[in-house]
């Protein structure tokens, strides 16, 4: 290897680090999950309430979907973690401003994805439901809802991808996770190239894993449907 | 609630509107180069995997798998301090942001050209070939503005999406918006007063260019929309007029 690279490339420092690197990997992970779980949570009723007639649940939907989406995720971040405690609202730790952070400008664009996903369910689906007597709420949740969220999947999964490769950036706020630990490391043993080099396949690695579970996904969901 | 209102003091934030500013125009600067950049490599990637010979598209497949995988902080520590200590290869922070942006998104943008391009209807195509135009005169007064309507809607989400991330190119040094915004939020000890001016700055932008961006979208599909007149008089004869743009919509 070393007659290819013009460099070498010292696989000591990385595996001597690598358990830090995984753990805090794991942390990466965590993150990243509960920040999405909290934006597929609130995603749904921004969704329903942007599709809402009231213009009361309508214009507040809007404006948040339009604030998650149009506001970068760092200024997001130091606006939970710095601003926020400065002025004496709320004191959050690098954790939950970070998982919050992520939920909130996921939650725009998850309810992106719901909005698009139900509008794709044919209106003769609501039409046969009433017909049948379901009643709004039964036709929503029995036959509207399993159908949208079968094409909201592949979308879906890549908002996680995009907050995956967005959780590397609590690193700032000092989040002990994989990529701080790789700084951290990168810089007391001067091997940067090394140590982000492993990080960025770390990064990939994970963000295959989860393209390969949003196609299992899919696959399960659509048991119902035969091509 | 008294003392939060008596707390908040926007004054230095006005006071220093002239380096927000130049970090606005640095933050323009690098985001419209690197658009331009990543749709020249989206094309080049695009038609590597649409190339015949197998080894081009594979290389194609994995390049536009790799760069959609990684995150763009990594890949820009990773070029600014990674290859500087490897090979003595030092970036200038601008260009280093530049080269990471476009090439990140030049990945995404080869993905919506190529689902563009396969979007149009085939018979398009047949129906040229059987009016006897040249292959070159279907391709760019056929093809090429169909694929344009098609893609534009997400190529304005991929601009967007680099407008948002220039921001994390203050992490190498660049003096974008929200590089000085830190800068002085740190001087005058006022995070929230800051941070909250950065977030609604970028807001502003992301909205007018979202709005401007409709516009052009409208441009590019005006052959698809039905003359005023046309829809008044159909609205009269059969009572759907109204319905005529969502109708024509692919």
């Known amino acids: 290897m070393s007659a290819v690279l013009p460099f070498a490339f010292d696989y000591s420092v990385v595996s001597d680090h690598s358990g830090e690197l995984l753990r805090g990997l794991l942390l990466t992970v965590e993150v990243a999950a509960c920040g999405f779980a909290l934006a597929a949570v609130l995603g749904l009723p921004l969704a329903l309430a942007g599709r809402s007639r009231t213009p009361l649940l309508r214009v507040p939907a809007t404006m948040w979907i339009a604030l998650a989406r149009g506001v970068p995720l760092l200024i997001v971040i130091f606006w939970l973690y710095y601003a926020a405690a400065q002025e004496g609202l709320f004191s959050l730790t690098a954790f939950v401003a970070g998982m919050l952070s992520l939920g909130l400008t996921g939650s725009g664009y998850m309810a992106e994805i719901y909005r698009s996903a139900l509008s794709a369910v044919p209106t003769g689906q609501f039409e046969s439901a009433a017909a049948i007597g379901l009643s709004r709420a039964q036709a929503f949740r029995v036959v509207i809802l399993p159908q949208a969220l079968r094409t909201a999947i592949p979308p879906a999964m890549n908002t996680f991808v995009m907050l995956l490769k967005g959780a590397t950036l609590l690193s700032v706020i000092g989040l002990a996770d994989m990529f701080y630990t790789a700084k951290l490391v990168a810089v007391n043993e001067f091997k940067p190239f090394e140590l982000y080099t492993a990080a960025a396949v770390l990064v990939i690695a994970v963000t295959l894993v989860a393209a390969l579970a949003s196609g299992f996904a899919e696959r399960r969901l659509s048991k119902g449907v035969r091509r | ?250």
């Open chain 2, 1 to 250: 609630m008294t003392t939060l209102y008596a707390a908040l003091d926007f004054g230095p934030v006005w006071e220093m509107r002239s380096e927000l500013l130049k970090g606005i125009g640095n933050m323009a600067l690098i985001a419209v180069v690197s658009f331009a950049l990543a749709i020249v490599g989206g094309l080049l990637l695009a038609g590597m995997r649409q190339s015949r010979s197998r080894p081009i598209s594979w290389a194609g497949f994995l390049l536009i798998q790799f760069l959609r995988g990684i995150a763009l902080y990594v890949l820009l520590l990773w070029m600014f301090f990674g290859l500087a200590a490897a090979g003595g290869f030092q970036f200038q922070p601008v260009p280093a942001g530049i080269l990471a942006l476009s090439l990140l998104n030049s990945a995404y943008l080869a993905e919506i050209f190529r689902a563009g391009y396969e979007a149009v209807p085939p018979g398009q195509k047949e129906a040229a070939m059987a009016c006897g135009l040249p292959k070159r005169t279907w391709f760019f007064r056929i093809h090429l503005p169909q694929v344009t309507q098609i893609t534009l809607p997400a190529m304005g989400n991929v601009f967007v999406d680099i407008i948002k991330d220039t921001s994390i190119l203050s992490a190498i040094g660049v003096t974008e918006l929200l590089r000085e915004s830190q800068r002085w939020a740190q001087f005058y000890q006022l995070p929230f007063e800051f941070y909250t001016a950065a977030a609604v700055i970028y807001l502003a932008i992301v909205t007018l260019v979202t709005f401007g961006w409709r516009r052009l979208e409208r441009r590019a599909g005006r052959h698809l929309e039905t003359n005023a007149t046309v829809r008044r008089s159909r609205s009269l004869l059969f009572g759907i007029g109204a319905r005529s743009e969502t109708a024509t919509a692919p």
